[in-house]
């Protein structure tokens, strides 16, 4: 069983659409990472969060440490935001090496 | 600043070549991290440094693959001799302390035929 798992592998929604995606993770964490790839391939850092709640535009992460999982949301969703969302955590401190889930592969068709 | 910057972008080789892939950090940036990804893993770590220093390569495949960091401002991932099963994404990223954001590079799209 892979340490963060992530759900579902692949989305397909129409523009518009309330998106989630969901990450869990099995091991001990310092801190949570929401990266986005898009087709073009590069990848940028979302979100790193360790408790609560981050918002930047239209996109929400949550963690809820107790229960080990950790929630994006995208609203409004647009073609744009098509991408692979990939959940990443970083162990204890002192340990710095992220820990990656599979990816979820949104595509948002208009 | 340019952001993580690797080179080269695209690299085809022939098997039991010589490859090197290079990185230029982000100034002022401490940590130094390779990456690798495949369809079939993910992304994995191959390697991490610290002020120039290895920190954790256990996520280094095999001796045939090393990688230095001579000084803040540039590190490289060598692979020799080169396989087909080597052929993948090689990602730089670096963040500015520990348990920071990570800012990553473009990638390299390694090919050995």
């Known amino acids: 069983k892979n340490e963060v798992e992530q759900s579902p592998q692949n989305l397909t929604a129409q523009e518009g659409e309330f998106i989630t995606i969901n990450c869990s993770y099995s091991?001990?964490?310092?801190?949570l990472h929401w990266l986005q790839q898009h087709p073009g391939g590069g990848i940028v850092s979302l979100f790193m969060?360790?408790?609560g709640k981050k918002k930047h535009g239209r996109l929400i992460a949550t963690i809820n440490i107790q229960e080990k999982h950790s929630s994006l949301h995208i609203t409004a969703s647009h073609p744009r935001d098509s991408a692979v969302y990939i959940c990443?955590?970083?162990?204890?401190?002192?340990?710095?090496?992220?820990?990656f889930g599979q990816g979820t592969r949104l595509t948002i068709n208009p | 600043d340019a952001g993580v910057i690797q080179s080269p972008r695209h690299e085809v080789t022939e098997m039991g070549q010589e490859v090197t892939l290079r990185c230029k950090p982000i100034s002022g940036h401490n940590s130094l991290f390779w990456y690798r990804q495949t369809m079939m893993r993910g992304l994995e770590l191959l390697i991490y440094?610290?002020?120039?220093?290895?920190?954790?390569d256990s996520g280094m495949p095999e001796d045939r693959f090393s990688a230095k960091m001579p000084n803040a401002s540039f590190s490289t991932l060598k692979i020799q001799p080169s396989e087909p099963r080597d052929s993948a994404v090689y990602f730089c990223a670096t963040s500015p302390g520990v348990n920071t954001e990570a800012f990553f590079g473009q990638g390299t799209r390694l090919t050995v035929v």
């Open positions: 091991v001990g964490i310092s801190a």
């Open positions: 990443a955590v970083s162990p204890p401190l002192g340990a710095q090496k992220l820990v």
């Open positions: 969060l360790s408790s």
């Open positions: 440094f610290n002020n120039n220093v290895p920190i954790d």
